[in-house]
């Protein structure tokens, strides 16, 4: 199985895809989606469509029975090309793209996904089904979650827009309730220091789930004032964990729901990840340009230049330069294992990119000169 996150030029290459095919629309339910998820078998898809292609014959409409069994055969002869199922499975989209009334015209797309297909579907409709596409699209590195009180702990992972509970922690402090005789201070200094016993088990829990996670980008903590900030404070917390600590949150609840109010709390803060990393790509980009101005060039035909001569670390390409331009670059830069990022337009720091560098600028790893 390959890496399940994608980079910038797979992100955008899926972008393009979804966009093109939700553009199309049938007159009849004469566009045909096949998905086969990873690990599924080519042959008996196969098998299945042209049972299907059988079945369609009975389609009452002449127009709408022509393009389904044309759109099924033209799977068939696409899916003969395939040995076995692709590492991360096949999304195929065909069907009249036609706009005519009664004209056909049979395209097909046959797309190998950068992270693994989950679902297995045949579908014939006026449009085709990219909701499992579009979910590949959401945020690919994972978020560790925690809400807690004095008396419950619960561990989680946000993963793309999925929660899951990872570990369930109780402490066993009481509530509030009489001492039953013992004096108020020793009840509170035999609650205090089972919290303390508590708030050290949730940090080594923290750290045995977290701790070692490439690609965990954040963690993101909830729970009633002042729980957290306790937890917090008192050092308990490993420095790498609480230095990857985004987002603290009032959440009154410490269960699973707890981590659901979570993330919904912190949708701001995650979002600000993204445009975090891309202000810091182009910030380096704009330092090194400063200060060492024999690292970093800009310009199409100076980085041309570059990645003809392989000196191109990192490639920076502004969304919005034309579609064979970038794809020109990103040739270039794969055949030297130069990484490549896409710099969106929505932002101040990539639009002041765009209109110094005319949409394209690099990193290098040696000097041209």
């Known amino acids: 199985m390959v890496d399940p996150l994608m980079n910038q030029k797979q992100k955008q290459e899926l972008e393009e895809l979804i966009n093109l095919l939700q553009s199309i629309k049938g007159s009849h339910t004469e566009l045909v989606t096949v998905l086969i998820p990873a690990g599924a078998s080519i042959h008996n898809v196969s098998s299945q469509l042209a049972t299907e292609a059988g079945t369609a014959e009975n389609i009452k409409s002449k127009a709408t029975r022509t393009a389904v069994v044309s759109a099924l055969e033209t799977i068939i002869r696409k899916l003969k090309e395939f040995k076995q199922t692709p590492p991360n499975g096949l999304a195929i989209y065909c069907g009249n793209v036609s706009e005519k009334e009664g004209v056909q015209d049979i395209k097909i797309w046959a797309y190998e996904p950068p992270k693994p297909l989950r679902v297995r579907l045949y579908r014939c409709d006026k449009v085709f089904v990219l909701d499992p596409l579009k979910e590949m699209l959401e945020v690919s ?46 009840f509170e200094r035999i609650t205090e220091g089972l919290a303390k016993e508590f708030f050290r088990r949730v940090a080594e829990a923290m750290k045995e789930t977290f701790f070692d996670m490439p690609k965990l980008k954040g963690i993101l903590i909830g729970g009633p004032i002042p729980t957290k900030e306790e937890f917090l404070e008192q050092g308990e917390l ?26 919904e709390a912190s ?22 340009l ?12 100076k980085v041309r230049l570059a990645l003809e001569r392989g000196a191109v670390d990192t490639l920076l390409i502004s969304k919005d330069l034309p579609k064979e331009q970038q794809e020109e670059l990103e040739k270039s830069a794969e055949r030297i294992g130069s990484k490549v990022f896409i ?27």
Do not use: C, W
Not at 150 to 179: C, F, Y
Not at 291 to 301: D, I
């Open 141 to 186: 590195e994972v978020y560790g979650l925690l809400v807690m009180d004095r008396r419950e702990a619960t561990i989680g992972l946000l993963e793309g827009k999925q929660i899951k509970v990872l570990k369930t922690l109780t402490s066993g402090v009481p509530g509030k309730i009489k001492a039953g005789g013992q004096s108020s201070q020793r």
């Open 238 to 263: 490993v420095t790498k964990l609480k230095e990857k600590v985004i987002a603290v949150k009032d959440i009154g609840y410490t269960d699973e729901h707890g981590l659901k109010l979570l993330v």
């Open 267 to 288: 949708q701001e803060d995650l979002e600000q990840q993204e445009f975090i990393q891309e202000k810091e790509i182009i910030q380096k980009f704009f330092e090194m």
């Open 290 to 301: 400063g200060k060492y101005k024999n690292k970093a060039v800009y310009g199409l035909e």
């Open 343 to 369: 710099v969106s337009k929505d932002t101040q720091h990539g639009e002041q990119f765009a209109n110094l560098t005319k949409g394209v600028g690099a990193m290098l790893r040696f000097a041209l000169e």
